[in-house]
């Protein structure tokens, strides 16, 4: 049935569409929604000013046929940050890239507040890499697949080195369980993701505590990360 909706919204995508078109994909608490942004395209359009990815709008969507119409946007919040700086850019796209590729039409309020709050976290901390391993760690457990990192994740006991990550167990394994297999992993990994948890400063393990999360993430998607390569490639050289 056709007809208006109002809805808040998190800009994940923006692609051409015919000749004066965005199509605009967008996180709302209801699901992801893929949507046409008319005119957008144009110079002085406000549609294509305001809807830019890592931003937060009250959107107005006229729902009839495949795909909906967004008739109407005014900007909640912008990051503008996150533009002005490629570190905390970079970032941002993996958390877009994650939630666009995941989330279908279902209901995503947990994901969308997890998304908003990573978003603004990024744009505002002292250190992007560390709320880069923070966001995507909370959007795990915003999708209901977080991670054990108390304890070992096959026998429940202390996890001792050598550590191994065995990604379909959720969680690291302790030497005693060493034959589940899964990819070897440093104590310094352990210890960034419990920091990051904990919304500390995740220290030297950061960046292996990141390919961690990004293999995960590719167990559940069936396939890799696009923005990661890039944001690796730029904190690489911002990174210590």
């Known amino acids: 049935m056709a007809g208006y909706r109002e809805v808040q919204a998190i800009v994940l995508r923006v692609q051409e569409h015919r000749e004066a078109d965005r199509r605009i994909a ?3 608490p209801e699901g992801h929604v893929v949507a046409r942004a008319p005119g957008a395209r144009k110079a002085k359009s406000r549609l294509g000013s305001i809807l830019q990815p890592a931003t937060v709008a009250q959107v107005t969507l006229y729902e009839l046929g495949r ?8 900007p909640i919040e912008a990051f503008r940050p996150l533009q002005e700086d490629l570190l905390r850019l970079s970032a ?12 279908g039409e279902e209901d995503a309020v947990g994901p969308f507040l997890t998304l908003a ?3 603004r976290h990024l744009s505002e901390a002292k250190d992007p890499a560390a ?5 995507e760690l909370e959007l795990l457990s915003a999708y209901g697949w977080g991670l054990q990192l108390d304890r070992c994740a096959s026998c429940g006991g202390e996890l001792e080195p050598p550590l191994r990550y065995p990604v379909e167990y959720g969680g690291f394994v302790c030497k005693r369980c060493a034959a589940e297999g899964g990819v070897g992993a440093s104590s310094a990994a352990l210890a ?7 919304g500390e400063e995740p220290g030297a393990g950061a960046a292996e505590a990141r390919t961690l999360l990004h293999l995960t993430w590719q167990s559940h998607m069936e396939g890799a990360l696009r923005s990661v390569a890039f944001a690796e490639s730029v904190f690489g050289g911002g990174e210590a």
């Open 26 to 28: 967008l996180l709302t």
């Open 117 to 119: 709050k990573g978003l």
């Open 192 to 198: 960034a993701l419990q920091a990051a948890a904990r």
């Open 67 to 74: 795909m909906p119409t967004i008739t109407g946007a005014s």
């Open 92 to 103: 941002a796209q993996v958390l877009l890239e994650i939630c666009d590729v995941t989330v």
């Open 131 to 135: 709320a880069w391993l923070q966001g």
